[in-house]
């Protein structure tokens, strides 16, 4: 069963009400709370997604799946496991060693949330297959992380097919989501290639109906 994760990332400022409970209605699984410190990506995205994350919080019971592109994880972990996260997913890259990658894992499972783990474009999806048994999700970024309405780097889809191989093999539990170019072109390849839940954020937000292009992602 693929689930579709909708990013607010390139949200309308003004528009966030009607929004959030348009895609309830057009039943999303996921709203995708993108976490941006400004430096271990450029955009600044924290406090903007903080208001939102407690918002949605209030206004709809949709499952928050939050996305932390940052130095910091310990502390941003603390900020959002006030809003009751899904899921909470953190960047290998931002961990300086396996100690601090298991710290990360435990503190997450401390919140009642589950565990992602992402890995950029450039990094090698081997580097994660030590934490799969540990962790619920493996996010695959199929851009480079930082900003919305990119197009999707076509090498991804073999790293996706590495990594469901892997799971299929060790007979793991742990669902693929894919981020970036999301769109009604790419989402069969990548579900043909191993991923389960898809992030889509300028493919639904800017279409017509929410409800008709969640579902045509899906399928």
């Not at 919080?57 to 899904?86: G, K, Q, Y």
């Not at 695959?140 to 799971?167: A, N, S, W």
């Amino acid at each position: 069963m693929v689930e579709v994760s909708t990013s607010i990332l390139s949200l309308k400022q003004g528009e966030e009400a009607e929004t959030f409970l348009n895609l309830e209605i057009a039943k999303t699984d996921y709203i995708h709370i993108d976490v941006m410190d400004g430096k271990f990506v450029q955009k600044d995205t924290y406090n903007k997604m903080r208001e939102n994350a407690e918002y949605i919080r209030r206004l709809t019971n949709l499952p928050l799946d939050i996305h932390l592109m940052v130095e910091d994880i310990e502390t941003a972990i603390n900020v959002f496991e006030v809003v009751e996260p899904n899921i909470i997913t953190f960047h290998i890259e931002a961990c300086k060693n396996e100690e601090e990658v298991m710290k990360n894992i435990n503190r997450i499972k401390q919140a009642h949330a589950r565990v992602g783990i992402s890995v950029k474009p450039n990094t090698p999806v081997e580097e994660i297959y030590r934490y799969l048994p540990y962790i619920h999700m493996v996010l695959i970024m199929t851009v480079e992380p930082g900003k919305g309405g990119q197009t999707l780097i076509t090498d991804m889809i073999q790293k996706i097919e590495k990594i469901k191989k892997h799971i299929d093999e060790e007979k793991i539990e742990v669902d693929i989501e894919v981020d970036g170019g999301i769109n009604l072109v790419t989402a069969p390849k990548v579900k043909e290639a191993g991923a389960n839940i898809l992030v889509a954020g300028v493919a639904i937000l800017e279409a017509v109906d929410y409800k008709v292009i969640i579902e045509d992602l899906k399928e």
